[in-house]
């Protein structure tokens, strides 16, 4: 068989999770699957994949093979679209992923601006509040807000964001602004145990000594952080969330922000995608259009203080 398709076959299993998924992906019979990942595995002496009753996964060696095979594959078909003459017209399925309400407020716009200026793209999302192995669930760019671990990734810096301690003007007036973090300990928390905020447990903060932490009890403890800007807005007590995340509610004078002296360093925003120097037209455009959105927001470039 045709190394290529025997390529194709194998990472839309690995994708899918299955050879049944994999088989209505490509559009040919659920055996052929089957046999274009034997004679793979027989040509190359190794199992890459797991197979239980209820998912198909790469081993180890099958995540090094992956992610190979979709960068020479991605690497044919830009060769493909060169000697056509329409590499610089993006077409194809892209799969983009980014936290949740993040993704909503600032990746969405850019994905629906895509997509009608590029109308041979096709797109997935995945929004949401985890981290996603990108090569594991196919991911072609993502948009991470954090330091990076290492990676193979490649990356570009696009802003940052504070986490930040905010109100109502109503429960400051009711209750006062505290001065100082241990004054914390006397007023209302509300906390959101969504992406990486701890619901109960330290909140760090940076002061002129170094590092500190402050021990919260939530008077209300949320899994999202809508629901916890929510209840700030109503009056209930102070939250912690991310810059962006209440950007507008900031701007509206719905909620003010407390304390911004001992905010942590502002946390990077990066688009992360998989595809090396010569990235495919479809990513190549996505990640120019993204950076250009995300850079020219204020919500995504701010410092602390302002």
């Avoid at 009608?116 to 993502?142: A, C, K, W, Y």
Wanted: net charge neutral; proline share 6%; hydrophobic share 45%.
């Amino acid at each position: 068989m045709d190394k290529f398709h025997l390529m194709s076959v194998f990472v839309a299993v690995a994708e899918q999770q299955g050879f049944a998924a994999a088989a209505r992906k490509l559009g040919i019979s659920p055996p052929a699957v089957t046999r274009a990942v034997a004679a793979l595995e027989d040509n190359l002496g190794i199992q890459l994949l797991q197979r239980t009753t209820r998912i198909v996964r790469p081993t180890e060696a099958g995540l090094r093979y992956l992610e190979d095979a979709r960068r020479i594959l991605s690497d044919v078909e830009a060769a493909a679209d060169a000697a056509a003459g329409i590499n610089a017209q993006p077409r194809g399925h892209l799969t983009v992923t980014a936290p949740a309400l993040f993704g909503r407020i600032f990746v969405l716009p850019t994905l629906i601006e895509y997509l009608e200026t590029f109308p041979e793209t096709r797109m997935s999302s995945l929004f949401l509040d985890r981290i996603v192995n990108m090569l594991e669930e196919g991911v072609d760019v993502g948009v991470c807000i954090g330091e990076l671990p290492d990676s193979s990734m490649r990356a570009l810096r696009v802003g940052s964001v504070r986490l930040m301690l905010c109100a109502s003007p109503a429960y400051r007036q009711q209750h006062g602004r505290p001065e100082t973090l241990q004054a914390l300990e006397g007023h209302s928390i509300i906390a959101s145990s969504a992406g990486s905020s701890a619901a109960l447990g330290d909140w760090r903060f940076n002061t002129k000594t170094g590092p500190q932490s402050i021990a919260v009890r939530p008077r209300l403890s949320v899994t999202t952080n809508d629901a916890a800007i929510e209840a700030a807005i109503r009056g209930l007590g102070i939250t912690r969330v991310l810059s962006y995340q209440v950007a507008e509610h900031i701007s509206s004078g719905a909620l003010e922000v407390l304390l911004s002296d001992f905010e942590p360093a502002p946390r990077p925003i990066h688009i992360v995608h998989r595809e090396g120097r010569y990235a495919s037209a479809k990513v190549r455009a996505l990640v120019d259009l993204l950076a250009q959105r995300l850079r020219a927001n204020p919500a995504l470039n701010q410092v602390p203080g302002e």
